[in-house]
């Protein structure tokens, strides 16, 4: 039902513009923002599954796979890391975002050099926030980049933390960092690229056509 209305309000979109007489070779701009809508609307709405209250939503939360892989190549799978990672998920899929907080400032006390630790904390603390990067979370996402400061991790999750907070202009120069630092030949670094370009061509969108500078 989710995306019959949203292929409705496309639609509807795409008929204002023709009769508005909207410039062909501006096309790509609103095109671009419908693309986006549909990739967030994918990414953070559940389209498949019937409706539920707010206090159903608020028992049981969700983690995105995608950024779950990410973390894994980025830091480990099968190592001191993955234990702390996975119980925090698992506060996490539960609903509890203050558990899952607990469990990271746990880790970066066992642990206070591990890059990793500290980088997904400053994720778990921004979430905890309400997606709000308080200063707990910064001093996190700093204290990753200081301890690892050719990792592009750090800098991509600081990023992603900037854009749950719908500070999009001041995350990309922290995913292009990250691309920076990404090797030639990495297997992710296709993912952190394609991540990178859509954000700049919705900036661009934003400012009307003008690129970012870089």
């Known amino acids: 039902m989710g995306w019959l209305l949203f292929l409705g309000l496309v639609i509807a ?3 204002l513009l023709w009769l508005r007489r909207f410039p062909r070779r501006l096309w790509a701009i609103p ?20 409706g539920h209250s707010v206090k159903a939503a608020k028992q049981q939360g969700s983690i995105d796979p995608e950024l779950i892989a990410l973390r ?14 996975m119980a925090s998920d698992a506060m996490e899929r539960s609903g509890s975002s ?10 970066v006390r066992k642990a206070p050099e591990n890059a990793g630790l500290w980088t997904w904390a400053g994720v778990v603390l921004a979430q905890n926030d309400g997606n709000q990067i308080s200063p707990a979370s910064r001093f996190a996402f700093d204290r990753a980049m200081t301890l ?5 991790g750090p800098p991509f999750f600081y990023g992603l933390a900037h ?39 919705f900036l661009e969108a934003q400012q009307g056509g003008s690129a970012p500078q870089r």
Request: proline share 5%.
């Open 31 to 50: 095109a671009t923002a419908v693309m986006l809508g549909a990739a967030g609307y994918a990414w953070q709405g559940a389209p498949g599954l019937a």
């Open 13 to 15: 979109a795409g008929l």
């Open 72 to 85: 894994e190549v980025f830091f480990g799978r099968f190592n001191f890391d993955a234990a702390y990672f």
């Open 163 to 201: 854009i749950r907070e719908g500070k999009l202009v001041e995350a990309r120069p922290y995913w292009a960092k990250a691309v920076a630092l990404t090797p030639k030949d990495a297997s992710y670094r296709g993912e952190l690229l394609t991540r990178l370009f859509l954000l700049d061509r």
């Open 148 to 152: 690892a400061p050719k990792h592009p």
């Open 98 to 107: 203050q558990a899952a907080a607990k469990v990271m400032i746990g880790a």
